[in-house]
């Protein structure tokens, strides 16, 4: 059974950094996707970053080259450094994988950046 435990998230003024975390049970190199997604107060869930085939990582425009993702296998995690934060990145940040053709949302995490 796949489960996805989050932490990290939490306030911060603008320019600041947080780093979320995802442990993924059984095992992150039984994923054949990983990534975050974040949802804005009144929108839609966007992609965030995303390991996709052959390793490569994948960013949303808005958070290119301030934001990092990075998986450490030893410790089945999924991080999401986060730097020079804007207020506009307050959401509920999600961690997602996909296993065999069905996807999984971990419970959210909020992150709330204050000007």
């Known amino acids: 059974q796949v489960q996805l435990v989050e932490s990290g998230g939490g306030q911060v003024q603008a320019g600041g950094s947080l780093r979320l975390s995802c442990v993924v049970s059984?095992?992150?190199?039984?994923?054949?996707?990983t990534g975050w997604y974040r949802r804005p107060p009144g929108k839609q869930r966007d992609l965030v970053a995303a390991f996709v085939d052959g390793g490569s990582t994948n960013y949303a425009d808005s958070v290119k080259g301030r934001f990092t993702i990075s998986s450490a296998v030893a410790t089945n995690t999924l991080s999401l450094q986060m730097d020079t934060l804007k207020p506009e990145d307050t959401s509920v940040y999600f961690c997602?994988?996909?296993?065999?053709?069905?996807?999984?949302w971990g419970q959210g995490t909020q992150v709330t950046v204050s000007s």
């Open positions: 997602v994988v996909n296993q065999a053709g069905t996807t999984y």
């Open positions: 059984p095992s992150l190199v039984s994923m054949s996707s």
